[in-house]
Structures are given as C-alpha cells and as structure tokens.
Nanobody, 119 residues
Framework: QVQLVESGGGWMQPGGSLRLSCAAS????????MGWYRQTPGKQRELVAA???????IYADSVKGRFTISRDTAKNTVYLQMNSLKPEDTAVYYC?????????????WGQGTAVTVSS
C-alpha cells in the first residue's frame, strides 16, 4: 500500500507559477512510475506528466515547456512545477503511483489538490 499526499494547489493569476508536491509513504524508487494527472468536471482524468523510475520524463503536449516534473528521493516526494499558467490549467490535480509487484500493476492515487487559474 502506498499513501500519497498532495499539496501546493490554490489560486493563481494567468502567467503565474505554482508548485505541487506529492509525498509518498514509501521509497519512490520502489515505484515504477510517479505521475501527475488532472481532471475537470465532466471530463476524464488526463495525464499531465510522468516520471518513470528509469527513463525519460513524459509530458502532455498542452504543458510541454511550461511544466516540469521532478523528484527528491531523499524526501520521497515528487513535484510539479507549473509556470506560465493558463486558465485552461484549472483542474484538480492528482498524484499517481504505479507499482509493479510480480506481474501485477497497482495504482495508488492521492486525494487531489485544486488549482484555479483566473484573473
């Protein structure tokens, strides 16, 4: 079982920046992929950025060049630095951990943190 706790959401004006944090209850090197997703009412949850344990980071086209996913293994925390925010970035952001045990993938989600971008 992996517990994830997000923080850092809030309100920001367009063009501003926010940094989201996701603290995991376990060593994040034991997790295959850490990712950030977002969801708006009536829409499916979508991938924003992912940080595989091994390999290149992945970004949605809509956030490339503006958002950066990073991790601090000493703190078992993953971050999402969001710059040049746009109103369309408004959503609830969720942290996800994908952990493979034997051949089974287990998905764990945080409770979500709301981000509102408006003037």
């Amino acid at each position: 079982q992996v517990q994830l706790v997000e923080s850092g959401g809030g309100w920001m004006q367009p063009g501003g920046s926010l940094r989201l944090s996701c603290a995991a209850s376990t060593n994040i090197f034991s997790i295959n992929v850490m990712g950030w997703y977002r969801q708006t009412p009536g829409k499916q949850r979508e991938l924003v950025a992912a940080y595989p344990r091994w390999g290149s980071r992945i970004y949605a086209d809509s956030v490339k060049g503006r958002f950066t996913i990073s991790r601090d293994t000493a703190k078992n925390t993953v971050y999402l630095q969001m710059n040049s925010l746009k109103p369309e970035d408004t959503a609830v952001y969720y942290c996800k951990a994908e952990k493979v045990i034997d051949t089974t993938t287990y998905d764990y989600w945080g409770q979500g943190t709301a981000v509102t971008v408006s003037s």
